[in-house]
């Protein structure tokens, strides 16, 4: 991880949530993928913004993971549920994915588990730190097929 990455909880203005809209999309559409061009367009065509945005985000915690040149990626959870969890492309591989986990675990305590909806390139983070594919999926949309897993954590 790099030394100068700081994870904070996302600020109740939620003034970094437009930025968090430009990690999702810039995790998809430039980062190592097994996902199609056409698949990661029906996934997302544009930036999350607006306030359908803000409102999906305030509705749950959400960490975020600064470095020197501002937001670099961000989980969110829901309850039990790990709802987004991206890295922006120029990040992955520093350790990003970790310390968030390591947040909202922590947050988690005494839950009994953690499940996720994960994308094919977000499972080996996710078996990284832990979780087992409960299932996978196969979800239309825009018009593509996408493959995911359903998977989870049991906690202490």
């Known amino acids: 991880m790099e030394a100068r990455m700081q994870v904070r909880a996302r600020p109740?203005?939620?003034?970094?949530?437009?930025?968090?809209?430009?990690?999702?999309?810039?995790?998809?559409?430039?980062?190592?993928?097994?996902?199609?061009?056409?698949?990661?367009?029906?996934?997302?065509?544009?930036?999350?913004?607006?306030?359908?945005?803000?409102?999906?985000?305030?509705?749950?915690?959400?960490?975020?993971?600064?470095?020197?040149?501002?937001?670099?990626?961000?989980?969110?959870?829901?309850?039990?549920?790990?709802?987004?969890?991206?890295?922006?492309a120029a990040s992955q591989g520093r350790g990003v994915f970790r310390a968030l986990f390591a947040q909202v675990e922590a947050a988690a305590r005494g839950q009994r588990r953690l499940w996720t909806h994960a994308s094919l390139m977000a499972q080996p983070a996710f078996l990284a730190v832990g979780f087992r594919v409960i299932r996978h999926e196969n979800v239309a949309q825009g018009g593509e097929v996408l493959r995911r897993a359903e998977m989870e954590k049991m906690l202490a």
Do not use: C
Request: charged share 25%.
């Open 12 to 88: 109740d203005e939620g003034e970094v949530d437009d930025a968090l809209g430009r990690i999702m999309y810039d995790a998809i559409h430039h980062g190592p993928s097994q996902y199609s061009l056409a698949e990661r367009q029906a996934w997302l065509p544009t930036p999350n913004a607006g306030e359908g945005w803000r409102a999906r985000l305030s509705a749950q915690k959400v960490w975020v993971a600064y470095d020197k040149t501002g937001p670099v990626g961000f989980m969110t959870l829901d309850g039990d549920y790990i709802d987004l969890a991206f890295v922006a």
